[in-house]
């Protein structure tokens, strides 16, 4: 791949990954993806996200962004050829990111706790929060 200076630290299944590789997909930007390892951070990712060290960060021109939703609104910003990811509406605006707060907050980790024990054999359990949340989406979907 070419040399560029836009790189997206993270692991594909991600979907918190996934958000801003679309984002920079739709907004046509050549970027090298650097793929990271859950378990083995590499020194790239430790030094551009001390605080949280989670893995998702993107580089643009030696500047790290971190967190999802933070460089989606970026690569809007920055890359305004194109498609606009999110509507020039403030109140659509916000309501797109209440959607997408909502979705990191309540529904992956409701998700992740469904799944989890399921992959790791034991019996588990959904808690009330979790269907709830769950519950909430699909009547609005």
Known sequence: MAKTDVKVLGAWPSPFVMRPR??????????????EDFGSKSPLLLQSYPVYMKILVLIHQDKP?????????????????GPSLLSSDP????????????IDDKWFPSEHGIALPQRRGSKGGVDGASVRSISFVRRRI
């Open 22 to 35: 679309i984002a920079l997909n739709l907004k046509s930007v050549e970027y090298e993806f650097l793929e």
């Open 91 to 102: 109140y659509d605006q916000a309501l797109a990111r209440f959607w997408a707060a909502y």
């Open 65 to 81: 962004i971190c967190e999802s939703l933070i460089i989606v609104q970026y690569v809007d910003v920055v890359w305004a050829s």
